[in-house]
């Protein structure tokens, strides 16, 4: 079964604006990250939100989960150009060896 | 910030051919993982390791592919026999503790090419 779908699978704003980007996801989960990856490089851990918690900041980030809806959102305020990446959401399902399972990804481009 | 390394950044090997690639995990990580990402398509879970062993593995994760930690530092993987399909980005991640707070740390990977 497919875990972790992210949509939308692009997305392009200006400068400044908001950007959010969705995740859905099938099983129950320990937790569920997000990574961004910039062109041709590695995975960068953004955030980690546990299952028993609905919402978490991390700077200009802000990710809600909901695990009756098994959907997750992660929020950038006041984009950058430098937030121009692939973010993709990765979920820890329960009981498992944590092997995350990585949805296909938003490709988010912010235009100076 | 303490970093997973993987060596090389591009390896180019042909069809048939053995290859190794290589990860230092973070230090004090105990809990170590290969994914590996073919072009355009998803990031997927090949194996994990903790204590010397394989916790888990994948169905892509077959006789042609092994682990080890050879030194307590350095975390391998080895194709024995390659395959076109294996070309791919191949990442090494590792993980502190085994509880639902700790994210896995992920290298820069290794662009693998079969010819």
């Known amino acids: 079964s497919q875990q972790g779908e992210e949509d939308p699978q692009a997305l392009s704003i200006q400068e400044g604006e908001n950007a959010t980007m969705n995740c859905s996801y099938k099983t129950s989960i320990n937790n569920l990250q997000w990574y961004r990856q910039n062109s041709g490089r590695g995975l960068v851990h953004l955030i980690l939100?546990?299952?028993?918690?609905r919402e978490k900041h991390s700077g200009r980030l802000r990710v809600t989960l909901d695990t009756s809806k098994k959907s997750s959102s992660l929020l950038i305020t006041a984009s950058r150009a430098a937030d121009t990446a692939s973010y993709f959401c990765?979920?820890?399902?329960?009981?498992?060896?944590?092997?995350?399972?990585f949805g296909s990804g938003t490709q988010l481009t912010v235009l100076p | 910030e303490p970093e997973v390394t993987q060596t090389p950044s591009h390896q180019v090997t042909q069809m048939g051919q053995e290859v190794i690639l290589r990860c230092v995990p973070i230090?004090?990580?105990?809990?170590f993982y290969w994914y590996r990402q073919i072009l355009g398509q998803k990031v997927e879970f090949l194996v994990s390791f903790y204590n010397n062993e394989i916790s888990e593995k994948s169905e892509i994760f077959d006789d042609q592919f092994s682990v080890e930690r050879p030194d307590g530092s350095n975390f391998t993987l080895k194709i024995r026999s390659t395959k076109l399909e294996d070309s791919a980005m191949y990442f090494c991640a590792s993980m502190l503790e085994f509880n639902s707070n700790q994210p896995q740390h992920f290298g820069d990977g290794t662009r693998l090419s079969i010819l």
């Open positions: 990765a979920t820890d399902p329960s009981g498992s060896a944590r092997q995350l399972t």
């Open positions: 939100i546990r299952s028993n918690e």
């Open positions: 230090s004090n990580h105990l809990y």
